[in-house]
T-cell receptor, first 113, second 109 residues
Framework: DAGITQSPRHKVTETGTPVTLRCHQT?????MYWYRQDPGHGLRLIHY???????DKGEVSDGYSVSRSKTEDFLLTLESATSSQTSVYFC????????????FGPGTRLTVT | KNEVEQSPQNLTAQEGEFITINCSYS?????LHWLQQHPGGGIVSLFM???GKKKHGRLIATINIQEKHSSLHITASHPRDSAVYIC???????????FGTGTRLTIIP
């Protein structure tokens, strides 16, 4: 499982509140990703990181920000949560150069009421 | 932007049947990923391939780069194979993935 954990695993929050999701990895992988999964849309990339303090936007980045101050942690922040951000959020890491497979964390189910 | 399409969206089969799930994409890629997601569960990487064919147990993945098409086959299907199977196309250079919407497979005992 490439040592990936996500916290919290479940969260219910109110519209307008800030929320931070954490992805933690133990194997020093350079690339980390945040995806959201919604019925009918499949997985979509929100943001990704290719190193400490190096991040870039994905296809659905509006309303989200990320930070990576150390290799093992990649944080996803919803500055002011909206109901459209109710989703399941997956973090993933990319394997090393010999294998670019992606390994996913267990997911965080976020409900914005 | 790559468009990734999977077929069928849903598939129900009897235990023991040979299963094929198809994936097509619109733009050249560096690799094609197959993932598995059990109900309420996490996402597991099954294969990553850039040419030819790969086999792992009863699972076989093939890719035809010229036709921009990949297939996932399951031989001697079993109820524990019931899951959503997702293909994803990796862009050249940044390896960002574009995902299909998945195929929900149900194997009946």
């Amino acid at each position: 499982d490439a040592g990936i954990t996500q916290s919290p695993r479940h969260k219910v929050t109110e519209t307008g509140t800030p929320v931070t999701l954490r992805c933690h990895q133990t194997e020093n992988h350079r690339y980390m990703y945040w995806y959201r999964q919604d019925p009918g849309h499949g997985l979509r990339l929100i943001h990704y990181s290719y190193g400490v303090k190096d991040t870039d936007k994905g296809e659905v980045s509006d309303g989200y920000s990320v930070s990576r101050s150390k290799t093992e942690d990649f944080l996803l922040t919803l500055e002011s949560a909206t109901s459209s951000q109710t989703s399941v959020y997956f973090c993933a890491i990319r394997g090393q150069a010999s294998s670019y497979e992606q390994y996913f964390g267990p997911g965080t189910r976020l409900t914005v009421t | 932007k790559n468009e990734v399409e999977q077929s069928p969206q849903n598939l129900t089969a009897q235990e023991g049947e040979f299963i094929t799930i198809n994936c097509s994409y619109s733009v050249g890629i560096s690799a094609l990923h197959w993932l598995q997601q059990h109900p309420g569960g996490g996402i597991v990487s099954l294969f990553m391939l850039s040419s030819g064919k790969k086999k792992h147990g009863r699972l076989i993945a093939t890719i035809n780069i010229q036709e921009k098409h990949s297939s996932l086959h399951i031989t001697a299907s079993h109820p524990r194979d019931s899951a959503v199977y997702i293909c994803a196309a990796a862009n050249f250079g940044n390896e960002k993935l574009t995902f299909g919407t998945g195929t929900r497979l149900t194997i009946i005992p």
